[in-house]
């Protein structure tokens, strides 16, 4: 069966470091990945959407990679600050435009 | 700034009664769809349209229903509520192209009784 694995719920960090997400998943083949934030409460936010032949994408402090033959995507905060502090959801494209999401990993920036 | 607006952000109703959650979005979006969400179990797909009056099951479509008479209007229908329908609903829409990621509702947060 299809699934989609991110690393851990909960991911806490000291400001200033680089948090670092884990997505795996198997028996898919996306063309697209996404990355998305959530707060609580709120709807998910897009923030990174990356090819299946595209390595690296880089957003402003942001950085995403994705690996096809690892069936890996690594999702990278660098400089992190409490603004940080949410959701982070990874959600591959299947079928026509349709998303499956992972649980997501919560992540928390200390001070 | 574009805008996915859903109707309500928090709902109480009876079990068997018939709910509807309204969506709209002004971005001019061919593609919407209706996703729940609980705890530990992610986002998951109930219904998704591609264009008005047409309409897909997606991985949980038991129990409900959805109609779009109009390209900015998606509607998610609860035909007889249940308790175990209590969750929060998204809304997302997404242009044609699919290059682009999908712009979600704020969400409604149902509680059936």
């Known amino acids: 069966s299809q699934k989609i694995e991110q690393n851990s719920e909960a991911l806490n960090i000291q400001e200033g470091k680089t948090a670092t997400l884990t997505c795996n998943y198997t028996n898919y083949s996306p063309a697209y990945l996404q990355w998305y934030r959530q707060d609580p409460g709120r709807g998910p936010v897009f923030l990174l959407l990356?090819?299946?032949?595209?390595k690296e994408k880089r957003k402003e402090r942001l950085k995403v990679t994705f690996d096809t033959t690892l069936k890996q995507s690594l999702f990278h905060i660098t400089a992190s600050q409490p603004a940080d502090s949410a959701t982070y959801l990874c959600a591959l494209e299947y079928g026509d435009y349709k998303l499956s999401f992972g649980a997501g990993t919560t992540v928390t920036v200390r001070a | 700034d574009v805008k996915v607006t859903q109707s309500s952000r928090y709902l109480v109703k009876r079990t068997g009664e018939k709910v509807f959650l309204e969506c709209v979005q002004d971005?001019?979006?061919?593609?919407m769809f209706w996703y729940r969400q609980d705890p530990g179990l992610g986002l998951r797909l109930i219904y998704f349209s591609y264009d008005v009056k047409m309409k897909e099951k997606g991985d949980i479509p038991e129990g409900y229903s959805v109609s779009r008479e109009k390209k900015e209007r998606f509607s998610l229908i609860l035909e007889s509520a249940s308790t175990n329908q209590t969750s929060m609903y998204l809304c997302a829409s997404r242009p044609i192209t699919g290059t682009e990621g999908y712009t979600f509702g704020s969400g409604t947060r149902l509680t059936v009784v």
């Open positions: 971005m001019d979006h061919e593609n």
């Open positions: 990356i090819r299946e032949n595209e």
